[in-house]
T-cell receptor, first 111, second 111 residues
Framework: QQPVQSPQAVILREGEDAVINCSSSKALYSVHWYRQKHGEAPVFLMILLKGGEQKGHDKISASFNEKKQQSSLYLTASQLSYSGTYFCGTDDSGSARQLTFGSGTQLTVLP | SQTIHQWPATLVQPVGSPLSLECTVEGTSNPNLYWYRQAAGRGLQLLFYSVGIGQISSEVPQNLSASRPQDRQFILSSKKLLLSDSGFYLC??????????FGEGSRLTVL
């Protein structure tokens, strides 16, 4: 079953923060985050494994609450380059080959 | 470095016509290969994945098929296209289950 992402869309000003949530009804082994710019292929951001460790690079970080089967992506001090659609992919098999992706969150950062 | 090539980039096909999309990966051996479909405004739907030559796993019953004739070549086919086959098709590879590297995609319009 497809994970639920929220919000569906968000508009920010440069420098503002945003949180994107991903929720599953299944027990998860990992959550994967990707960003896709319009007309381009998705690009990998990070993987969060069962264990709840928060990860991040630059000003984008994420957490995974395995008890609630939820993951959140945090974008701090948004830059124009952060604009795009963010997808979470969930792995409930343990193999990470059969990811189920959410429908995406469209993030627009305005100057 | 590893690269992934996918073609054609765009195609318009009539209903009932055949389809062949090709994907090749360079710079790596024995990759896991995937075909995803993205309908307009939707998330990524896994269609097929392959862990080796001739080994294809299908995720969604449909009129599409996939083949892996060589280690780094993955082909998506259909004998007779349906209107519902329209979408953005993405090939991807990974070495181990985890980070997916996507091709540039093939946009298919079935009329």
């Amino acid at each position: 079953q497809q994970p639920v992402q929220s919000p569906q869309a968000v508009i920010l000003r440069e420098g503002e923060d945003a949180v994107i949530n991903c929720s599953s009804s299944k027990a998860l082994y990992s959550v994967h985050w990707y960003r896709q710019k319009h007309g381009e292929a998705p690009v990998f951001l990070m993987i969060l494994l069962k264990g709840g460790e928060q990860k991040g690079h630059d000003k984008i970080s994420a957490s995974f609450n395995e008890k609630k089967q939820q993951s959140s992506l945090y974008l701090t001090a948004s830059q124009l380059s952060y604009s795009g659609t963010y997808f979470c992919g969930t792995d409930d098999s343990g193999s990470a080959r059969q990811l189920t992706f959410g429908s995406g969150t469209q993030l627009t950062v305005l100057p | 470095s590893q690269t992934i090539h996918q073609w054609p980039a765009t195609l318009v096909q009539p209903v009932g016509s055949p389809l062949s999309l090709e994907c090749t990966v360079e710079g790596t051996s024995n990759p896991n290969l995937y075909w995803y479909r993205q309908a307009a405004g939707r998330g990524l739907q896994l269609l097929f994945y392959s862990v080796g030559i001739g080994q294809i796993s299908s995720e969604v019953p449909q009129n599409l098929s996939a083949s892996r004739p060589q280690d780094r070549q993955f082909i998506l086919s259909s004998k007779k296209l349906l209107l519902s086959d329209s979408g953005f098709y993405l090939c991807a590879w990974s070495i181990s289950p985890g980070e997916l590297f996507f091709g540039e995609g093939s946009r298919l319009t079935v009329l």
